[in-house]
């Protein structure tokens, strides 16, 4: 039997193992996750014995003593039958907690998944019996910046691939959080390079379409050195390019860089130990802005500066105002690259 675990890449460990437990719920924001999970649970049984082992069930349609009878049934001429219940979000959670009668009466031959995309389960006795017969409970998560660069990271070596610091925060700050669409994105660098290959910013320009001279990763470079001609160069490649480069990703990227700048100047101990424990950084590669932006712009700048990035925030989904959003782009960087620090609390 499995022993429980509750991250994506120990339930894949396991399964790789055949180190099965008898039940799994899978839950939470991030489908990514789930979806991909779903597909190592359909992998255990062979494809000439899925029409015998592998049932796939969808719980509005289906009532959960009818679950629960499949689940009862002796796989056939195989170790296993796999039972999954997919869109279990979908039904009362009083409903769903009727598995929780199967739960505490397992039958050994067969591996239960139950599936609530997009939510976080609310059935609480059938999660408690869950954990009580050594099953998984994996809750799925949205990724925060720093979660998004492990995970790049993480395929990418997967992948048998390497990449470059600087291909790693062009694919972070092109994608996003949207893990689907940058497990495909790193799965053409895997076509398109080869094993062993590293992953550089001209192939991240050449085969996914991101320019590596214009993008939010340059943007920040040259705004951390106050390099104003790159800087308003890089909006007006932005503002033809409005597809690719929403001011949403840009304002987001400009009010985090500044977020961990203001930690910075209020860390105690500036050195790069401290400061990457402070910020949550795992190289000191990444302090190499910060260090630049501590040379350009004091703590009473940055607190300008932050504030004015919300007051853009606001401003360009149209609340108190109806310029154009790359007119307001273009004046925020005027307002970061001449901050002066003027503030009542000073």
């Known amino acids: 039997m499995a022993t429980p675990t509750a991250t994506f890449e120990g339930i894949r ?17 991030e489908g990514f996750f789930i979806d991909e999970l779903v597909k190592e649970f359909e992998a255990i049984v062979a494809p000439e014995e899925r029409d015998f082992n592998l049932y796939t069930l969808y719980a509005p349609q289906v009532d959960m003593g009818t679950v629960m009878d499949v689940c009862r049934r002796y796989p056939m001429m195989a170790d296993y039958q796999v039972v999954i219940l997919k869109e279990a979000q979908a039904i009362r959670s009083d409903d769903l907690n009727q598995l929780h009668h199967y739960a505490e009466h397992l039958s050994s031959s067969t591996i239960l998944v139950v599936c609530c995309r997009g939510v976080a389960v609310k059935a609480k006795d059938l999660v ?44 972070r700050d092109y994608v996003g959080s949207d893990l689907s669409r940058l497990y495909n994105e790193i799965d053409k660098l895997t076509i398109a390079l080869g094993a062993n ?8 320009e050449r085969h996914i379409g991101v320019s590596k001279d214009y993008n939010n990763f340059e943007l920040l470079d040259a705004v951390s050195r106050k390099d104003a001609v790159t800087v308003f160069k890089v ?94 782009l273009r004046e925020l960087m005027f307002r970061i690259l001449n901050a002066r620090g003027d503030i009542a609390t000073r």
């Open 197 to 204: 290959a590293t992953v550089t910013p001209e192939s991240i």
């Open 235 to 328: 909006i007006e490649y932005f503002r033809r390019n409005p597809k690719s480069n929403p001011t949403v990703m840009t304002s987001s990227q400009l009010f985090r860089y500044f977020s961990n700048l203001l930690i910075a100047w209020f860390t105690p101990d500036r050195s790069d130990s401290s400061l990457m424990a402070a910020l949550g950084f795992k190289s000191a590669y990444a302090l190499r802005s910060y260090r630049e932006g501590m040379r350009c712009y004091n703590a009473w700048q940055t607190i300008e500066i932050i504030s004015a990035i919300r007051k853009f925030d606001t401003a360009s989904k149209g609340i108190d105002s109806r310029s154009d959003e790359y007119d307001l």
């Open 128 to 171: 408690a019996s869950t954990v009580a017969a050594g099953g998984v409970v994996f809750e799925s998560k949205k990724l925060n910046d720093s979660r998004t660069a492990s995970a790049i990271s993480q395929f990418i070596k997967e992948r048998g691939l390497n990449i470059e610091p600087k291909g790693l925060a062009m694919l």
């Open 13 to 29: 460990s396991q399964l790789k193992n055949r180190k099965y437990a008898p039940i799994y719920i899978l839950h939470g924001e």
